[in-house]
């Protein structure tokens, strides 16, 4: 393996297309694509006024997410916390979380140690 490996996000598959969820935005997870061994990373980006479609909780994996650009808000248990670009958001393991995106979108990096299979999908999580 290299000492390096460079991709440009657009060049990494897109999730959201993937799993017919390209109407809320982008979900580009660099782990793989990257060699990633112990850090796990990810793109996402959000269209104006929507909502991921589910939040998401772990066991151990703390993350930080990066606001690159736009506005929105996350839902972190009952707490909803205002984004800001460059705005750098550290988020506890087993907090369930959900992101929304402003009126002119969302775009932000999220990383963080990574535990494979470290992940629960919550459907309901800030519904509606």
């Keep these: 393996m290299s000492n390096y490996t460079l991709k440009n996000v657009s060049e990494v598959t897109d999730m959201a297309a993937d ?17 990633l061994e112990k850090t796990g990373g990810a793109y996402h980006r959000l269209k104006p006024g929507k909502r991921q479609g589910f939040g998401h909780r772990h066991e151990e994996a703390e993350e930080v997410h990066v606001v690159l650009s ?17 705005d750098v958001l550290r988020i506890a393991p087993t907090a369930a979380r ?31």
């Design 70 to 86: 736009g506005s929105g808000k996350v839902r972190i248990e009952d707490d909803e916390v205002e984004l800001s670009p460059k």
């Design 19 to 35: 799993f017919g969820l390209s109407e809320l935005g982008e979900a580009r997870f660099l782990n793989n694509e990257l060699d």
């Design 98 to 128: 959900r992101f929304e995106a402003g009126p002119e979108g969302l775009e932000y990096i999220v990383v963080g140690t990574r535990h494979e299979g470290d992940g629960e999908l919550l459907h309901d999580f800030w519904a509606g």
